[in-house]
């Protein structure tokens, strides 16, 4: 993993293998960078030139032992104008990737002046930036990469810059935790996995860890949950992780994230093609659990609860069937017509069980619910659906300075019409393939009462994609989608 080191010094004596800095379009310096050796002034000119600014561009100029660096690197930004919340991060990414390309065993990147971008947040997306994209996950190669570089920010005045790279560095963790997980194969990964890394992290990180075993799913009367897991030989497991940072009767924030470890559709099998990626059908779950490890690493002064229910969705002559008809966590049924909406009914217990013992201030679950919101939204927006207008504005807010977006869809009551069932309270389909994200999502409301509430669908965002827009900080995989956003969300709260 990268390492992060902070330094308040001159760029000019830095003694590095690579030192970079900042381009703007088509300027002639380099930011926060003055006085360089009148000897390869020259080549930084003409380099400079080449460069152009160009946004994501990456020129090296050897110095040939004129100055304590040995490389500089210059990282184009494009327009000034054009600078978003982004920009840093992406570019910190090139100049990453560069480093890793060259074998480095260190480079230093040079803040921008703040006149630029406040250089709290400069420092921090240069580290998520670089953290990010240099995170192969290569667990099952017998070939490993190489060594990953050190990265030493270089900043005019350190203040409390120092304890802003160390959160951002414990984000980007928190990232990493959520994408190595989600990328483990299903014959490695199952429900019960992912339970000993939730007690593996509320070890270390001092919180309590509760899990539910298929028994006392049954007996508690999660329903949904037992029906789900029913038909594999990996038992579904509840697994539950409270961290108490805030005061003792707060009520804290519901987490809940979708981990279905593999999903084949269960009798209404999903035809073959891409079905592989149905591993990554538990990123909601993974997602909490790298908040959970994050957030308690950051000793954020919120209450906070995850609640991850998880699954392998499978035919067998166990399974559960088209025409079920099941008794949810709530006491509401539900009639099953396809096995394959499995997602909403193992939700649905989970959001009740949230709802019920903790009454929390809000709820936030995340899910890879419905290949509808693919179709919708693409591969770079997560859809959300929410029945308060507070609770969405955060999350849009958070939206904006992390960069991981979303976009809402509506819930009226003509859509919760769209799931009422004959012989049931709803049924687990819409009609047809209309608005498929949202009757899942309607499916989601009924399992609670009045809490603030909103549902994060990242099926198009949870790995990447056909049509994903490609990011160095977004390696091959998954891509820890909603860590950054929610870690915002509880910061700012
Ligand atoms: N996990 C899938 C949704 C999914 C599909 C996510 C492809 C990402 C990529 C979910 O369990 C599912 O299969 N949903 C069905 C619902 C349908 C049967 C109403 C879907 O979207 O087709
Ligand atoms: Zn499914
Ligand atoms: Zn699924």
């Known amino acids: 993993m990268l390492r992060v080191k902070i330094e308040n010094s001159n760029p000019v004596t830095k003694k590095t293998e690579m030192l970079c800095g900042f381009v703007l379009e088509n300027s002639d310096k380099i930011l926060g960078l003055n006085k360089i050796n009148s000897k390869i002034s020259d080549s930084i000119r003409q380099s400079l030139r080449d460069n152009e600014g160009v946004f994501g561009r990456v020129t090296i100029v050897p110095t040939n032992n004129k100055t304590p660096a040995k490389r500089i690197l210059l990282a ?51 580290t998520e930036g670089c953290k990010l994209t240099l995170n192969k996950f290569d667990n099952f190669k017998s070939k490993k990469g190489g060594p990953v570089p050190n990265l030493t920010i270089l900043v005019s005045q350190s203040s409390k810059n120092s304890k802003d790279i160390k959160n951002s560095e414990i984000i980007s963790e928190g990232v990493i935790f959520a994408r190595n997980i989600a ?27 509760i899990i539910f075993s298929p028994n006392e799913l049954k007996k508690k009367g999660f329903g949904g949950i037992t029906a789900v897991g029913q038909g594999s030989k990996n038992e579904p497991k509840l697994i539950v992780l409270e961290y108490m940072g805030g005061k003792q009767n707060e009520k804290p924030i519901v987490l809940v994230g979708k981990a279905v470890t593999f999903d084949t559709g269960g009798i209404s099998l999903k035809p073959g093609e891409k079905m592989d990626e149905m591993k990554f059908d538990k990123c909601g779950g993974c997602t909490v659990l790298g908040i959970m490890k994050a957030l308690s690493e950051l000793k954020l002064p919120t209450n906070v609860v995850g609640i991850i229910p998880s699954v392998e969705n499978m035919p067998s002559g166990e399974s559960y069937r088209p025409g079920d008809i099941l008794k949810l966590y709530n006491g509401k049924t539900a009639e099953i017509l396809n096995t394959d909406a499995e997602g909403r009914v193992i939700l649905a217990d989970a959001l009740a069980y949230g709802e019920k013992q903790y009454s929390p201030k809000a709820i936030i679950d995340f899910a890879t619910l419905t290949g509808a919101c693919i179709i919708a939204l693409g591969n770079n927006v997560a859809a959300i659906v929410s029945n308060n207008d507070k609770l969405k504005q955060k999350i849009n807010e958070s939206s904006k300075r992390t960069t991981e977006e979303v976009w809402e869809l509506p819930l009226n009551n003509d859509y919760m019409d769209l799931i009422k069932s004959d012989v049931a309270d709803m049924k687990n389909v819409g009609i047809g393939r209309a608005a498929g994200t949202i009757t899942a999502a309607a499916f989601l409301r009924n399992a609670i009462e009045e809490t603030p509430w909103i549902h994060i669908d990242i099926a198009g965002v949870a790995w990447t994609q056909a049509a994903t827009k490609s990011k160095p900080y977004n390696p091959k995989g998954a891509t820890g989608f909603g860590v950054r956003l929610i870690l915002d969300y509880l910061k700012k709260i």
């Open 76 to 126: 184009g930004i494009g327009k000034k104008e054009k600078i978003t919340n982004d920009t840093i991060r992406f570019v910190s990414g090139k100049i990453a990737q560069k480093a890793s390309e060259l074998k480095l065993k260190e480079f230093s990147i040079i803040t921008p002046p703040s006149f630029l971008i406040e250089p709290i947040s400069s420092a921090s997306q240069i």
């Open 183 to 209: 990328n483990l194969p299903p014959n490695e990964c199952t429900p019960t996995t992912l339970a000993t890394f939730a007690k593996i992290i509320a070890k270390k990180n001092k919180m309590k860890c």
